[in-house]
């Protein structure tokens, strides 16, 4: 079925501004999915983006959806039609793409959810903000230019906000922040993969408080 695309909308809900770091999570064993979300909660950062990345995603989803109501969930690694229609259908509440095209876009516009397209690149953007878009993830960005990057594109693009997610770090993060064109990062240190398969929650919890701080 080719979905049709229509004026999306709005990318997040104002999101962007909502935390600093929004955690980008790896999940192997459903188990761990209300532990992660009752700590990333603890810490004081609502909200979490699970990845389309493993076998255990759509359940660790569910899961999530069903039993920690507090969080705002979001689903990532949406890369085609299908995994936008199975997010929605798990629970997420908004998604997020790596890239964008014009068959992904109107399938993620199709399930009605807020949504984050992904871009790379000058052109991408550009493309984007003919689709409607304003606010869009910038992936990976440290491999993509970085903060210097996202600050050149201020100028010429200034109705386009980001969040630069891939490669950032606690070190790199604060000069993201300081732009005007960026609300928020995505962090994938907030959840360690041995502190999930340690179910080292508190770990978890400390790292989520150390960035609600961050946009100063």
């Known amino acids: 079925m080719t979905e049709t695309l229509t004026r999306p909308a709005p990318a997040w809900g104002g999101l962007l501004d909502t935390v600093p770091v929004v955690p980008v999570v790896v999940l192997h064993d459903v188990e ?8 990333l909660l603890a810490g004081g950062v609502p909200v979490i983006e ?9 359940a660790c989803v569910e899961r999530i959806a069903a039993e920690v109501p507090e969080i705002l969930l979001g689903v990532g690694t949406v890369v085609t039609p299908a995994n936008a229609r199975d997010a929605a259908s798990a ?15 109107a399938a993620m516009q199709a399930t009605g959810l807020p949504h984050l397209p992904g871009a790379a690149t000058v052109s991408e953007v550009l493309r984007l903000l003919e689709l409607g878009y304003t606010e ?3 992936f990976p960005a440290e ?27 606690p070190a790199s993060a604060p ?10 990062v995505g962090g994938s240190w907030l959840t360690p993969a041995d502190a999930v398969a340690s179910a080292d929650w508190a770990r978890i919890t400390d790292l989520a408080a150390e ?6």
Not at 144 to 167: D, E, H, M, N, Y
Not at 175 to 184: E, H, M, T
Not at 211 to 216: K, M, N, P, Q
């Open 211 to 216: 960035t609600t701080y961050l946009r100063g």
């Open 143 to 169: 491999q993509s230019g970085g903060a210097a990057f996202l600050k050149s594109l201020g100028a010429p693009v200034p109705q386009a906000r980001f969040c630069p997610t891939g490669g950032i770090t």
């Open 50 to 58: 699970l990845t389309l990345r493993t076998p255990a995603a759509l």
């Open 175 to 184: 000069a993201y922040l300081a732009l005007d064109n960026v609300g928020c």
């Open 91 to 105: 629970g997420a509440q908004f998604l997020v793409s790596p890239g964008t095209t014009e068959t992904l876009a």
């Open 136 to 138: 869009c993830k910038l």
């Open 32 to 39: 761990h999915a209300v532990p992660v979300a009752e700590a």
